[in-house]
């Protein structure tokens, strides 16, 4: 998908969940002043093994971008049945950019942008 607000020219995604998510990114452009689809060679090392969150954006907040946000995409949150080792895994992200960042940079796990931003204003 060609993109402006993308680290890259192009996002490329692994899912139709994936490819709305990085257009609405896209549409809110006085929100967001960057985003990138984090490699899959991005990690975090968890005990259940290793993690690949799908997003870290950059917010602008007033005339400066400074909260910064990493985030998972799952396309069926209603029920929240998360497999279990899922569950684990970002449970172990949000200890893991907690600790690194204070309250720097925030981490969940979301379906939707309007969802994220939510958890951004909250």
């Known amino acids: 998908m060609e993109a402006k607000r993308h680290l890259y020219d192009y996002v490329i995604y692994d899912s139709t969940t994936e490819r709305d998510f990085a257009s609405a990114l896209e549409a809110h452009s006085q929100e967001v002043e960057v985003y990138v689809k984090l490699p899959r060679g991005f990690y975090i090392n968890t005990p259940v093994g290793k993690y690949n969150p799908d997003w870290a954006i ?3 907040e007033g005339n400066e971008k400074h909260i910064y946000f990493v ?12 497999r279990e ?12 950019f907690h600790a690194i960042s204070g309250e720097s940079v925030k981490y969940d796990v979301v379906d939707t942008y309007e969802k994220l931003w939510e958890l951004v204003k909250g």
């Open 58 to 60: 950059a917010f602008y």
């Open 71 to 82: 985030a998972e995409t799952k396309g069926d949150m209603s029920s929240m049945e998360l």
């Open 85 to 96: 080792i899922e569950k684990a895994k970002a449970h172990c992200a949000r200890k893991h």
